[in-house]
């Protein structure tokens, strides 16, 4: 073995964001040791101590650009790492902070803030993508912890990640759950939703909620016709899709097309 | 001395971004400053207009280390709202799920956070190569405590089957077999975790700290109880408007959560400790009691001592509320919206956290108010940090930074949650 090659750098970054993604990696309770095995921890501050210096081979990005400073700080992230790969709805299409785009960003931080004045804050959240090119994205508010190991390897092994693009509604059907918009009239957003949960929520006699964001060419319009048939209005359409990828393009246009 | 400064640019080991200045002026700490740059993410302003059923997974967000302190006391703000109550399997199976996020979040701290402080580690990864079996009990452990959390809310982050009035399906016994193995096991590893932290040595420093926790008349709080004091506060989770206030501090622009007419508390392991001693099962009292801990602790280098007790209460419980579970005959309470105000504090692994939501007629959110445990003991760190740094003076700068960041460490910061008490200094001179 080349026991003197040196292991990749693994840096593990936070923007605007609740931790959850980067609690994935340490979630990983069996694989932990043998991650810290084969990749040089280089930077993780959540996990351990430790400084910025030099370049990493993968960069894991957590959460989305909200501030001037952590607009700024991306740059410098993108140019140290060699792989930049976002992880969860944050950091690929902004999080619930983006319901901040569709309002006035002063009379938000008028409603929290007792001195507005004193918060620096950006009108909008915006994926990290919208501000550097990312190698590759990973989806889910938050991430499956499956997934995140399939990223890792496949990096580790010099390969694409194998991480399907198809909807809930087919991991629906792996997994035999019946249908529950079909079969009780819940509402779901299984057919627009891209896949990688394992369809949890049916499982659990509930609609998916769309926390791993559009699929690829989504068709919208139509889920939303079917959803007002089984009785939601247009405020109630407009928030199904404005929630955890509200700034998801797909999402955001169908949202705009309801609640007036 | 003439003067030292002491800054963390980028504190680790703790959720969320944050730093700490501390300045040293002739051989005394003169202030203490735990500044918090998470970015503001609003949740206050765009939860209005949402609907009430929408609050639990919507505030999760808020952390993702523990969402399941956001989803109860979301839920009991909201069934407070909506004058309804959760009681039976119902009630405990939410205990159980609370117990989950305990033993998860309190093992994830004391193993891999808080544990490398005392014996002069980085962080846990590097610990392992001399610690190898702590660290493995410790993973081991926290994955019992996910593993109750996965069963129960679908998944480990972000829990999907957390509704208001109860839950979308509820898990059968026979579901529970494998996990009520898993536990007693975890039950085994949590014991000898408490006896691991109690051999770390502990710097001798005492303060008389007013103690704010739930306290409940049948069991160690989880979701219910009235919010009490060791200097005689006695109140219902409404009141607490009238009894905490967030103030301005003079000098800077904080916002802090204070007791009114007394200053500051301490909410978390400690102060839940103190209060509800005497109902833990007797299993934790006796392990706490052979960690060498009275009833009373006012040392707050021993929380991580405190934590690994409650991180056993937390299995122990779990395996009752397992033992007497017989499934519900429905997963939920129904319910109607209404107009009205709701609130509710939960005991987060960190400490009370408060919600209380105003809604209009057809259960939207009107106003919403979030007050989180980091928040609420910011100052409680300052003033540790001013008063027991004190002792350490003599200690180069490096060794003097890990102490003072151990001392914040003590404290479990959740930053993510804290950040709408963002500090920010700015010198206009």
């Given at each position: 073995m080349a026991a003197d090659k040196p292991k990749p750098r693994l840096g593990v970054w936070k923007f605007a964001s609740c931790d959850g993604c980067q609690l994935t990696l340490l979630d990983c309770e069996d694989e932990l040791l043998d991650i810290a095995g084969a990749l040089d921890?280089?930077?993780f501050p959540e996990a351990t101590r430790g400084k910025i210096s030099g370049r990493y081979d993968l960069s894991l990005v957590e959460g989305s650009i909200t501030t001037p400073h952590d607009a700024e700080r991306i740059r410098d992230v993108r140019r140290r790492s060699r792989k930049l790969i976002t992880i969860g709805a944050c950091a690929?299409?902004?999080?619930?902070?983006?319901?901040r785009n569709f309002a006035d960003i002063k009379e938000y931080a008028a409603i929290v803030y007792?001195?507005?004045?004193?918060i620096q804050t950006l009108a909008t959240s915006t994926a990290i993508a919208d501000h550097v090119p990312v190698d590759f994205e990973l989806r889910g508010c938050p991430i499956s912890k499956h997934q995140l190991l399939e990223v890792i390897s496949a990096l580790l092994a010099g390969r694409k990640p194998v991480t399907p693009?198809?909807?809930?509604c087919i991991e629906c059907k792996l997994r035999g759950n019946p249908c529950v918009m079909v079969a009780h009239g819940t509402p779901c957003l299984g057919p627009v939703t891209h896949a990688?949960?394992?369809?949890i929520c049916p499982s659990y006699d509930r609609g998916c909620?769309?926390?791993?964001?559009?699929?690829?060419?989504?068709?919208a319009r139509s889920l939303s016709s079917w959803l007002a048939d089984l009785g939601m209005d247009g405020r109630a359409l407009q928030r199904v899709y404005r929630?955890?990828?509200?700034?998801?393009p797909s999402f955001r246009t169908e949202s705009e097309r309801h609640g007036k | 001395m003439a003067s030292r400064t002491i800054k963390v640019d980028y504190l680790s080991r703790v959720e969320g971004e944050a730093a700490l200045k501390v300045v040293v002026r002739n051989g005394e700490v003169k202030s203490a400053a735990l500044s918090?740059?998470?970015?503001?993410?609003?949740f206050e302003a765009l939860?209005?207009?949402?609907?009430?059923?929408e609050a639990p997974d919507i505030t999760a967000r808020i952390c993702g280390i523990c969402p399941v302190a956001y989803q109860m006391s979301a839920v009991h703000a909201m069934e407070h709202a909506l004058g309804i109550s959760v009681g039976g399997q119902l009630r405990d199976l939410r205990r159980l799920l609370y117990c989950g996020e305990w033993i998860e979040s309190h093992t994830l701290h004391v193993h891999?956070?808080?544990?490398p402080d005392f014996l002069g580690y980085d962080g846990a990864i590097d610990m392992a190569r001399d610690h190898g079996e702590a660290v493995t009990r410790g993973l081991a452990l926290k994955k019992v405590g996910n593993e109750i959390i996965a069963l129960l809310?679908?998944?480990?982050?972000?829990?999907?089957?957390?509704?208001?009035?109860?839950?979308?399906r509820v898990p059968t016994r026979k579901d529970f077999a494998r996990l009520a193995e898993s536990l007693k096991r975890a039950r085994e590893a949590a014991l000898e975790s408490v006896q691991w932290v109690a051999s770390f040595d502990f710097p001798e420093r005492v303060r008389d700290y007013t103690f704010v926790a739930l306290r409940h008349p049948d069991e160690y709080?989880?979701?219910?109880?009235r919010i009490v004091s060791n200097r005689g506060l006695d109140i219902a989770a409404p009141e607490y408007d009238d009894h905490f206030e967030e103030t301005h501090v003079a000098h800077t622009t904080a916002l802090q959560s204070r007791l009114r007419g007394s200053g500051s508390y301490l909410v978390g392991p400690l102060a839940r400790y103190n209060l509800n001693?005497?109902?833990?099962?007797p299993l934790a009292q006796q392990s706490a009691r052979e960690a060498?801990?009275?009833?009373?602790?006012?040392?707050?280098?021993r929380s991580i001592v405190v934590r690994a007790v409650e991180a056993l209460y937390a299995c122990d419980e779990a395996l009752r509320i397992i033992d007497a579970y017989e499934e519900p005959d429905r997963p939920a309470v129904p319910l109607e919206p209404r107009a009205g105000v709701g609130f509710a504090a939960t005991e987060a692994p960190r400490g009370l956290l408060y919600h209380r939501y105003r809604l209009e007629?057809?259960?939207?959110?009107a106003e919403a108010r979030i007050i989180p445990p980091t928040s609420q003991n910011q100052q409680c760190i300052e003033e540790d940090l001013v008063s027991h740094i004190g002792g350490f003076l003599d200690l180069p700068d490096e060794a003097l930074q890990h102490r003072c960041e151990q001392t914040v460490r003590n404290y479990d910061p959740c930053i993510s949650c804290a950040t709408h008490f963002l500090r920010l200094e700015i010198d206009r001179a």
């Amino acid at each position: 073995m080349a026991a003197d090659k040196p292991k990749p750098r693994l840096g593990v970054w936070k923007f605007a964001s609740c931790d959850g993604c980067q609690l994935t990696l340490l979630d990983c309770e069996d694989e932990l040791l043998d991650i810290a095995g084969a990749l040089d921890i280089a930077y993780f501050p959540e996990a351990t101590r430790g400084k910025i210096s030099g370049r990493y081979d993968l960069s894991l990005v957590e959460g989305s650009i909200t501030t001037p400073h952590d607009a700024e700080r991306i740059r410098d992230v993108r140019r140290r790492s060699r792989k930049l790969i976002t992880i969860g709805a944050c950091a690929t299409a902004g999080g619930i902070q983006s319901l901040r785009n569709f309002a006035d960003i002063k009379e938000y931080a008028a409603i929290v803030y007792a001195r507005p004045d004193y918060i620096q804050t950006l009108a909008t959240s915006t994926a990290i993508a919208d501000h550097v090119p990312v190698d590759f994205e990973l989806r889910g508010c938050p991430i499956s912890k499956h997934q995140l190991l399939e990223v890792i390897s496949a990096l580790l092994a010099g390969r694409k990640p194998v991480t399907p693009a198809h909807s809930v509604c087919i991991e629906c059907k792996l997994r035999g759950n019946p249908c529950v918009m079909v079969a009780h009239g819940t509402p779901c957003l299984g057919p627009v939703t891209h896949a990688g949960c394992g369809a949890i929520c049916p499982s659990y006699d509930r609609g998916c909620y769309g926390c791993y964001g559009p699929m690829e060419s989504p068709n919208a319009r139509s889920l939303s016709s079917w959803l007002a048939d089984l009785g939601m209005d247009g405020r109630a359409l407009q928030r199904v899709y404005r929630t955890f990828n509200a700034n998801a393009p797909s999402f955001r246009t169908e949202s705009e097309r309801h609640g007036k | 001395m003439a003067s030292r400064t002491i800054k963390v640019d980028y504190l680790s080991r703790v959720e969320g971004e944050a730093a700490l200045k501390v300045v040293v002026r002739n051989g005394e700490v003169k202030s203490a400053a735990l500044s918090i740059f998470e970015p503001p993410r609003f949740f206050e302003a765009l939860l209005r207009g949402r609907a009430f059923s929408e609050a639990p997974d919507i505030t999760a967000r808020i952390c993702g280390i523990c969402p399941v302190a956001y989803q109860m006391s979301a839920v009991h703000a909201m069934e407070h709202a909506l004058g309804i109550s959760v009681g039976g399997q119902l009630r405990d199976l939410r205990r159980l799920l609370y117990c989950g996020e305990w033993i998860e979040s309190h093992t994830l701290h004391v193993h891999m956070l808080h544990a490398p402080d005392f014996l002069g580690y980085d962080g846990a990864i590097d610990m392992a190569r001399d610690h190898g079996e702590a660290v493995t009990r410790g993973l081991a452990l926290k994955k019992v405590g996910n593993e109750i959390i996965a069963l129960l809310g679908g998944r480990e982050i972000h829990p999907i089957n957390v509704r208001v009035g109860g839950f979308y399906r509820v898990p059968t016994r026979k579901d529970f077999a494998r996990l009520a193995e898993s536990l007693k096991r975890a039950r085994e590893a949590a014991l000898e975790s408490v006896q691991w932290v109690a051999s770390f040595d502990f710097p001798e420093r005492v303060r008389d700290y007013t103690f704010v926790a739930l306290r409940h008349p049948d069991e160690y709080p989880f979701n219910e109880g009235r919010i009490v004091s060791n200097r005689g506060l006695d109140i219902a989770a409404p009141e607490y408007d009238d009894h905490f206030e967030e103030t301005h501090v003079a000098h800077t622009t904080a916002l802090q959560s204070r007791l009114r007419g007394s200053g500051s508390y301490l909410v978390g392991p400690l102060a839940r400790y103190n209060l509800n001693f005497d109902k833990l099962s007797p299993l934790a009292q006796q392990s706490a009691r052979e960690a060498g801990l009275d009833a009373i602790c006012t040392n707050p280098y021993r929380s991580i001592v405190v934590r690994a007790v409650e991180a056993l209460y937390a299995c122990d419980e779990a395996l009752r509320i397992i033992d007497a579970y017989e499934e519900p005959d429905r997963p939920a309470v129904p319910l109607e919206p209404r107009a009205g105000v709701g609130f509710a504090a939960t005991e987060a692994p960190r400490g009370l956290l408060y919600h209380r939501y105003r809604l209009e007629q057809d259960g939207s959110i009107a106003e919403a108010r979030i007050i989180p445990p980091t928040s609420q003991n910011q100052q409680c760190i300052e003033e540790d940090l001013v008063s027991h740094i004190g002792g350490f003076l003599d200690l180069p700068d490096e060794a003097l930074q890990h102490r003072c960041e151990q001392t914040v460490r003590n404290y479990d910061p959740c930053i993510s949650c804290a950040t709408h008490f963002l500090r920010l200094e700015i010198d206009r001179a």
